[in-house]
């Protein structure tokens, strides 16, 4: 008798909980797991790997992507965690500079990419100009290789910095005040309070911030293909611009399926780790 | 007398460190604004300053009266239009979610739960080509549907995350005080759990705007045509031709930025909180 009252409880339970997130797992369905395995039907096709392999432009994409990846990403967030103690001074004034610092995660990545690339100007851009003032020759920015690449990380610093830098900051305020006071009493110095309080404390913060920064930055496409759209000749392509380039531009659906493809093993590493630290 | 001048010193090294983030992060800001004041006829003579600061291209802009602007207006409307399907739907679909998420202990939770952290984290740009193909064969290619149910897709996980993790705060009587009442678990959802979490929400419903508001890649795949595509499609391009109007773009750009601006100062306590609750929570 109790059994089935339980059995009819587990169920309806079950019942509502599967109602309830009804909408969502329809959306995840048709339009997670249908495209992923429809690019991995397309991206099955042996000729596209030797196509791509044998590309040069691939394999420049392949090594650009690292760079973006490894640099971009671990710059920014070590920038951001040395900020984020800063940005932590009680001081009334430092609200109003972590307000104005907010700015570029405010805007859209649009506006201040465009704003880049006309300071980048090699003809009436503000730094070359700056350079002129100075008595400098004037840099062709986005025409040459490391600093066309070198300016698609530095604006994805800019961009990205101040989102990272909250989420370390949330993550010092959760330090309880009384391992700084405990530290003081031994008579730390600001230093071995962040080496021996503060970084032990946030490093699986700073682990998590590091995996999700470089998944969501391995797939990024506006910021490359608005800064250089691949210029000077398909030189500073990402796996996401070039995979627009080959599908879109040159109309091989299944080397763009593949350029993605080849990304995913890395990927799905990176989520897998995900997976088991971060609970939802 | 020590600590005094010890706090001197500390406040010196932190107002050289304010001026250099300052300048960092307001300097292409202010030039983007400058520019957008800038008559054509000194877009050509860099400097740090406007010297004939004129309004002029933000009246040809909302005037459309600039072939580059032409459907200024549609544009924006566009933008408008998907971002605020995006922010209701999402809310409704996690607020759903989350009520079963937090509230209910049901079989597959974990599965449910293991899907959307895949969503939240997998780049969309990997996901696009396929769905670009799903939408040229069910004919959706130029129809706001078509980008609104992608930004859904997107925007829902961390959307879910965040209100699941603020429902699961909330006391258990609320499921009690519905089982007294004799209240059904839709009476419950509506009545009871969805007052509770009206804050997380605002900064959901934001979060969704704003995503959809700042979306270039799908909105740049699956619409086309100037009348049907958002704004920022429109703005990139601007950048096709040899001959762009770099101040008209800035002023366009600044009209663009408003709104998130905007929503971002206002809504900053919830979004912070929210976001920071999230990410914090998970390590």
Do not use: A, M, N
């Given at each position: 008798m109790r059994t089935t009252v339980r059995g009819r409880l587990l169920r309806s339970r079950t019942l509502h909980g599967f109602l309830f997130t009804a909408p969502l797992l329809f959306l995840f369905a048709a339009f997670v797991i249908y495209p992923m395995t429809m690019g991995v039907w397309f991206a099955l096709d042996a000729d596209a790997y030797r196509a791509l392999f044998s590309d040069p432009i691939f394999r420049q994409t392949a090594i650009n992507t690292l760079w973006y990846v490894g640099v971009a990403v671990n710059v920014k967030l070590v920038l951001a965690l040395l900020l984020s103690g800063i940005l932590d001074?009680?001081?009334?004034?430092i609200r109003l500079l972590a307000a104005l610092f907010l700015i570029p995660w405010a805007i859209p990545a649009l506006p201040g990419i465009l704003s880049f690339r006309w300071m980048l100007n090699?003809?009436?851009g503000i730094f070359n100009y700056l350079l002129g003032v100075f008595g400098l020759p004037s840099v062709p920015w986005l025409a040459q290789y490391w600093t066309a690449l070198g300016a698609v990380m530095v604006f994805h610093i800019w961009k990205y910095l101040p989102f990272w830098t909250i989420i370390f900051l949330a993550g010092r305020r959760a330090i309880p005040n009384e391992l700084y006071e405990a530290a003081a009493i031994d008579g730390a110095s600001s230093v071995q309070n962040f080496w021996h309080v503060t970084f032990p404390l946030l490093r699986n913060l700073y682990l998590i911030c590091t995996l999700l920064s470089m998944v969501f930055t391995l797939g990024d496409f506006t910021v490359p293909w608005l800064m250089t759209g691949g210029a000077p000749g398909d030189s500073t392509h990402v796996l996401a611009t070039l995979a627009y380039r080959y599908t879109f531009t040159m109309g091989r659906l299944e080397w763009g399926m593949a350029t993605f493809a080849v990304a995913m093993p890395a990927t799905l590493v990176f989520i897998g780790m995900l997976l088991r630290w971060v609970k939802i | 007398m020590n600590r005094a001048r010890h706090s001197r010193a500390l406040h010196v090294w932190l107002s050289v460190v304010a001026v250099v983030m300052l300048a960092w992060t307001l300097f292409p800001v202010y030039y983007m604004l400058l520019l957008s004041f800038t008559p054509t006829n000194d877009?050509?003579?860099?400097?740090?300053?406007?010297?004939?600061?004129?309004?002029r291209n933000y009246v040809y802009t909302m005037g459309q009266d600039n072939p580059f602007v032409r459907y200024f207006w549609q544009q924006i409307g566009n933008s408008l239009v998907i971002a605020v399907w995006a922010m209701v739907v999402v809310a409704a679909i996690a607020a759903l979610g989350s009520f079963a998420m937090a509230r209910i202990n049901f079989r597959f939770r974990r599965w449910v739960s293991g899907l959307t952290l895949f969503t939240y984290v997998i780049p969309s740009s990997f996901l696009s080509i396929p769905f670009f193909r799903m939408m040229a064969d069910y004919d959706l290619?130029?129809?706001?549907l078509a980008v609104v149910l992608a930004m859904v897709t997107f925007a829902s996980p961390y959307a879910l995350w965040v209100l699941s993790d603020y429902a699961r705060s909330l006391p258990p009587e609320i499921e009690e005080a519905g089982a007294i009442d004799g209240a059904g678990i839709l009476a419950t959802f509506f009545h009871l759990y969805l007052p509770l979490i009206r804050p997380p929400l605002i900064a959901i419903g934001t979060y969704a705007f704003l995503y959809a508001w700042n979306e270039y890649l799908y909105a740049l795949l699956l619409l086309t045509g100037e009348p049907r595509i958002t704004l920022p499609v429109a703005m990139g391009n601007f950048l096709t031709t040899d001959n762009a109007p770099w101040n008209l773009l800035m002023a366009v750009s600044a009209v663009y930025s408003i709104p998130p601006v905007v929503l971002y100062y206002v809504f900053k306590r919830y979004l912070v909180s929210g976001l920071v609750s999230g990410a914090v929570s998970g390590s």
């Open positions: 001074y009680p001081f009334r004034w090699s003809q009436w | 877009l050509f003579k860099p400097g740090l300053y406007v010297e004939h600061p004129t309004i290619i130029d129809s706001k």
